[in-house]
């Protein structure tokens, strides 16, 4: 910034030694000739004008400016009196200095949203549903054009189509010019004298409607299909948005989903567990045998590949992983109590301490218990 230092009573056009009246009344009738209501391609030149203002009606940022310094790169630089920004507020109104015109009656319509329950066996397999749609579509009477039948909409006496409306306020600037959306059209430029009865002018009315919705194989919940054109009409005949289906998948009594993979548990008896057993296991894709090796323990798994949930984005599908959990009896009668005993003593499991403390990482434990065995 140094060096190249604007100077600011040059862009007022006043001498160094202007009083603060001398600068008010040079920015105010540079203000008024340079504003963008009267002069759209001065803007730059206005937003210059105002900061050699802000800076030389300000003593301390006056001295700054006048040493060399750029009296906006201090913190506070906007704080003292009034801002830079409360003076484009003054004149542009809060919504800043962009150009306005009538507002088009036409616009998009909003995207809408609908939720679907899905059971597992519809998120894995894909499903088509019908679906009971609310939203607002172009009325029939008017075609969206908000005139009733007959009649049209007309130029806006008010704002003379121009859909804002400029307003003249005093401020110790003096005079200044905004100008705000025209109350009398809602900034549209036209009124519509006879509105159509059957939507009140909007262009639309509410409906339902039946739509036919194929989801494909692998949703899940939280996916969202997206089907262009068929969300909320606009207002004033406006294209529609589109809508969005938003999948649910209802929790199922026996699988439990992790990604595209299904886990189940399946319970065997200690003796079945101890012999090896075959289980037929009603998956989505029907009965299937599932074999357990003789001496199976609980927690192990079996993994049936490809009875899994379809993949949404690649071809295949998950696993089903079937957890084993081994059961041991309860209520022995007094012959299998027997049986048991005798099994118990053939095997040299009968007497006390035949339980052993192992650590959760067995592996781990076995592989170090044999590293120091070895040596
Ligand atoms: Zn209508
Ligand atoms: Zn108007």
Redesign the pocket.
């Given at each position: 910034m140094a060096g190249q230092q604007t100077d600011f009573y040059a862009v007022l056009g006043v001498s160094r030694d202007a009083s603060p009246e001398e600068i008010k009344k040079a920015y105010r009738r540079l203000a008024r000739q340079l504003h963008p209501d009267v002069n759209p391609d001065e803007e730059e030149r206005f937003k210059e004008v105002t900061k050699a203002y802000e800076v030389l009606s300000d003593p301390q940022k006056r001295e700054m400016h006048d040493l060399g310094g750029d009296p906006f790169s201090t913190g506070g630089g906007f704080g003292s009196g009034f801002g830079f920004s409360d003076i484009m507020d003054a004149f542009f109104g809060a919504g800043g200095g962009a150009s306005r015109g009538p507002r088009p009656r036409q616009r998009r319509g909003q995207d809408a949203l609908i939720r679907v329950d899905l059971e597992l066996s519809e998120t894995t397999f894909g499903v088509t549903r019908e679906l009971q749609v609310d939203t607002a579509v172009t009325?029939?009477?008017?075609?969206?054009?908000?005139?009733?039948p007959g009649s049209s909409p007309r130029t806006c006496d008010i704002c003379r189509g121009r859909g804002e409306v400029q307003q003249v306020t005093r401020s110790f600037l003096g005079q200044v010019m905004t100008s705000r959306p025209c109350a009398a059209c809602q900034g549209f430029g036209t009124v519509i004298p006879d509105?159509?009865?059957?939507?009140?002018?909007?262009?639309?009315?509410r409906s339902r409607r039946s739509l036919k919705v194929k989801i494909p194989p692998g949703v899940d919940t939280g996916t969202r299909i997206q089907l262009t054109g068929e969300g909320e009409s606009g207002p004033g005949g406006g294209p529609p948005g589109d809508l969005f289906v938003e999948i649910v998948e209802r929790s199922h009594p026996l699988f439990r989903r992790q990604g595209d993979d299904l886990h189940c548990t399946v319970q065997v008896p200690m003796t079945a567990a101890a012999l090896g057993t075959t289980v037929t296991l009603e998956t989505l894709d029907g009965p299937r045998p599932v074999t357990l090796r003789p001496g199976v323990q609980s927690g192990q798994t079996e993994i049936l590949t490809d009875l899994g949930v379809t993949h949404l984005r690649s071809a295949g599908r998950g696993e089903l992983v079937v957890h084993v959990e081994v059961v041991t009896p309860t209520r022995l009668d007094p012959e299998q109590e027997e049986l048991l005993r005798k099994l118990a003593a053939l095997r040299g499991e009968d007497g006390p301490d035949v339980g052993q403390l192992t650590g959760h990482q067995q592996g781990f434990f076995n592989r170090l218990r044999d590293a120091f065995n070895q040596r």
């Amino acid at each position: 910034m140094a060096g190249q230092q604007t100077d600011f009573y040059a862009v007022l056009g006043v001498s160094r030694d202007a009083s603060p009246e001398e600068i008010k009344k040079a920015y105010r009738r540079l203000a008024r000739q340079l504003h963008p209501d009267v002069n759209p391609d001065e803007e730059e030149r206005f937003k210059e004008v105002t900061k050699a203002y802000e800076v030389l009606s300000d003593p301390q940022k006056r001295e700054m400016h006048d040493l060399g310094g750029d009296p906006f790169s201090t913190g506070g630089g906007f704080g003292s009196g009034f801002g830079f920004s409360d003076i484009m507020d003054a004149f542009f109104g809060a919504g800043g200095g962009a150009s306005r015109g009538p507002r088009p009656r036409q616009r998009r319509g909003q995207d809408a949203l609908i939720r679907v329950d899905l059971e597992l066996s519809e998120t894995t397999f894909g499903v088509t549903r019908e679906l009971q749609v609310d939203t607002a579509v172009t009325c029939p009477t008017c075609n969206g054009g908000g005139a009733s039948p007959g009649s049209s909409p007309r130029t806006c006496d008010i704002c003379r189509g121009r859909g804002e409306v400029q307003q003249v306020t005093r401020s110790f600037l003096g005079q200044v010019m905004t100008s705000r959306p025209c109350a009398a059209c809602q900034g549209f430029g036209t009124v519509i004298p006879d509105p159509c009865h059957e939507c009140g002018g909007d262009g639309r009315v509410r409906s339902r409607r039946s739509l036919k919705v194929k989801i494909p194989p692998g949703v899940d919940t939280g996916t969202r299909i997206q089907l262009t054109g068929e969300g909320e009409s606009g207002p004033g005949g406006g294209p529609p948005g589109d809508l969005f289906v938003e999948i649910v998948e209802r929790s199922h009594p026996l699988f439990r989903r992790q990604g595209d993979d299904l886990h189940c548990t399946v319970q065997v008896p200690m003796t079945a567990a101890a012999l090896g057993t075959t289980v037929t296991l009603e998956t989505l894709d029907g009965p299937r045998p599932v074999t357990l090796r003789p001496g199976v323990q609980s927690g192990q798994t079996e993994i049936l590949t490809d009875l899994g949930v379809t993949h949404l984005r690649s071809a295949g599908r998950g696993e089903l992983v079937v957890h084993v959990e081994v059961v041991t009896p309860t209520r022995l009668d007094p012959e299998q109590e027997e049986l048991l005993r005798k099994l118990a003593a053939l095997r040299g499991e009968d007497g006390p301490d035949v339980g052993q403390l192992t650590g959760h990482q067995q592996g781990f434990f076995n592989r170090l218990r044999d590293a120091f065995n070895q040596r």
